[in-house]
């Protein structure tokens, strides 16, 4: 095995123990000395600085064991304090910062933590090859050179809300852009209704006003599908048509089942397997519910993109042609699409803060786990010390 992997922490620290355990102190103490000069953000690397001033007092070297003692409990000090660093650092501006950056490709990620190897900080980003990493299981969304944050980091439900808040910065920053928009297109509408000196040519504009109503159709009811699934956490609403067939299947036979049970043919394997079958299902549907979602909202970025563009047509059709409709119904239209973006926009901004403030807790509690260890440690560094000094004095006393 290698000494310069991860695995070789542990390797060294088992192999120490193992000489301990026969009692070969000397032979304890080096694997435990390599190790100690690395990071104490391995848990290893901290277990082997206590536990080599352990073996010194084995081989009854009482001053090599307070020395080490000393040494671990100040490096125990600095390593809790860098700890507490990061937790005021990484506050929720932060990790919208990091999540909102552009994604960086393999090569650019290795760029960027060279450049930043020195530098205090998590050392995490967004990696591009993990934009879709819930097809592509080896990549991730973003990664971390922090050991106190990899484990986290490499989680599911912690990858997923990153997607989830990068989705929500993206709908927040299009939503933001059509408020400015939105007051300019009432602009032109009021200032064309005052300025309309003649007939205009309805048939073009209304051909363009229904196309904009059905894209705005199209949307409204692709998000309340969207929100419908998310809030049922209906997984089968996007399994596979095999899928959703096999389930009807076993409903169907469940509910001849409970027809029988009431008229008293009771068959309890047979609706047992009916519960595990439709578990197997569900479970089955659940394994595509988020690339099924995905799909979904790709569908509703798609049709917002398409919308944009019809109403930018629309606006082109007023300055090239004239109609002879009433602009008042279209600005109507307007006010409720105002309305509607205003309320989004603070729905967003209310999720925003909520998935940010889970991800900032996330964060702090798996840095607060690895501080109360460190913490842990340091007070038995402590009262080894005190053990040290209380046994010296006692034979200076005698």
Same mark, same amino acid.
């Given at each position: 095995?290698?000494?310069?992997?991860? &695995?070789?922490?542990?390797?060294?620290?088992?192999?120490?123990?193992?000489?301990?355990?026969?009692?070969?102190?000397?032979?304890?103490?080096?694997?435990?000395?390599?190790?100690?000069?690395?990071?104490?953000?391995?848990?290893?690397?901290?277990?082997?600085?206590?536990?080599?001033?352990?073996?010194?007092?084995?081989?009854?070297?009482?001053?090599?064991?307070?020395?080490?003692?000393?040494?671990?409990?100040?490096?125990?000090?600095?390593?809790?304090?860098?700890?507490?660093?990061?937790?005021?650092?990484?506050?929720?501006?932060?990790?919208?910062?990091?999540?909102?950056?552009?994604?960086?490709?393999?090569?650019?990620?290795?760029?960027?933590?060279?450049?930043?190897?020195?530098?205090?900080?998590?050392?995490?980003? *967004?990696?591009?090859?993990?934009?879709?990493?819930?097809?592509?299981?080896?990549?991730? *969304?973003?990664?971390?050179?922090?050991?106190?944050?990899?484990?986290?980091?490499?989680?599911?439900?912690?990858?997923?809300?990153?997607?989830?808040?990068?989705?929500?910065?993206?709908? &927040? @920053?299009?939503?933001?852009?059509?408020?400015?928009?939105?007051?300019?297109? @009432?602009?032109?509408?009021?200032?064309?209704?005052?300025?309309?000196?003649?007939?205009?040519?309805?048939?073009?504009?209304?051909?363009?006003? +229904?196309?904009?109503?059905?894209?705005?159709?199209?949307?409204?009811?692709?998000?309340?599908?969207?929100?419908?699934?998310?809030?049922?956490?209906?997984?089968?609403? =996007?399994?596979?048509?095999?899928?959703?067939? =096999?389930?009807?299947?076993?409903?169907?036979?469940? @509910?001849?089942?409970?027809?029988?049970?009431?008229?008293?043919?009771?068959?309890?394997?047979?609706?047992?397997?009916?519960?595990?079958? @439709?578990?197997?299902?569900?479970?089955?549907?659940?394994?595509?519910?988020?690339?099924?979602?995905?799909?979904?909202?790709?569908?509703?970025?798609?049709?917002?993109?398409?919308?944009?563009?019809?109403?930018?047509?629309?606006?082109?059709?007023?300055?090239?042609?004239?109609?002879?409709?009433?602009?008042?119904?279209?600005?109507?239209?307007?006010?409720?699409?105002?309305?509607?973006?205003?309320?989004?926009?603070?729905?967003?901004?209310?999720?925003?803060?909520? +998935?940010?403030?889970?991800?900032?807790?996330?964060?702090?509690?798996?840095?607060?786990?690895?501080?109360?260890?460190?913490?842990?440690?340091?007070?038995?560094?402590?009262?080894?010390?005190?053990?040290?000094?209380?046994?010296?004095?006692?034979? &200076?006393?005698?």
């Amino acid at each position: 095995m290698r000494l310069n992997t991860y &695995q070789s922490h542990h390797a060294l620290l088992g192999l120490g123990w193992a000489y301990l355990s026969q009692q070969q102190y000397e032979e304890a103490l080096r694997p435990w000395q390599l190790l100690s000069q690395r990071s104490l953000s391995f848990p290893a690397a901290q277990e082997s600085i206590l536990a080599l001033p352990f073996a010194y007092e084995k081989l009854q070297a009482p001053g090599d064991a307070l020395a080490a003692y000393q040494e671990a409990e100040s490096r125990f000090i600095k390593e809790i304090q860098f700890i507490r660093d990061m937790r005021e650092t990484l506050t929720e501006g932060e990790l919208l910062t990091l999540i909102g950056g552009p994604a960086l490709t393999a090569k650019e990620l290795k760029e960027a933590w060279e450049s930043s190897k020195d530098q205090p900080g998590i050392s995490a980003a *967004i990696a591009a090859e993990g934009e879709h990493w819930l097809k592509l299981e080896s990549n991730s *969304i973003i990664k971390t050179r922090s050991v106190y944050l990899s484990e986290l980091f490499s989680q599911s439900r912690f990858q997923t809300r990153v997607l989830d808040i990068r989705d929500l910065l993206s709908l &927040q @920053k299009v939503l933001s852009n059509w408020e400015p928009k939105l007051a300019i297109y @009432k602009e032109l509408l009021l200032e064309k209704q005052t300025n309309r000196t003649q007939e205009k040519q309805q048939a073009i504009q209304q051909k363009v006003d +229904q196309q904009v109503s059905h894209l705005i159709s199209k949307r409204d009811a692709l998000t309340a599908r969207i929100n419908q699934i998310q809030t049922e956490q209906d997984y089968l609403a =996007l399994a596979d048509a095999d899928t959703k067939q =096999l389930y009807t299947i076993v409903e169907r036979a469940e @509910k001849a089942l409970k027809n029988l049970q009431a008229a008293g043919k009771e068959n309890a394997d047979a609706m047992e397997r009916l519960r595990m079958y @439709k578990g197997i299902l569900v479970w089955r549907a659940a394994q595509t519910y988020s690339g099924g979602m995905a799909e979904l909202q790709g569908n509703l970025k798609t049709i917002v993109s398409t919308l944009d563009n019809t109403l930018a047509t629309q606006n082109r059709i007023r300055e090239i042609t004239t109609t002879s409709f009433d602009i008042q119904p279209m600005l109507v239209k307007l006010e409720k699409l105002t309305q509607e973006n205003t309320h989004q926009l603070a729905v967003t901004d209310q999720l925003l803060n909520e +998935q940010t403030g889970y991800l900032r807790r996330d964060v702090d509690s798996q840095l607060d786990a690895h501080e109360k260890r460190l913490t842990h440690y340091l007070a038995q560094a402590q009262l080894a010390i005190a053990r040290l000094y209380d046994t010296a004095l006692r034979k &200076q006393a005698q």
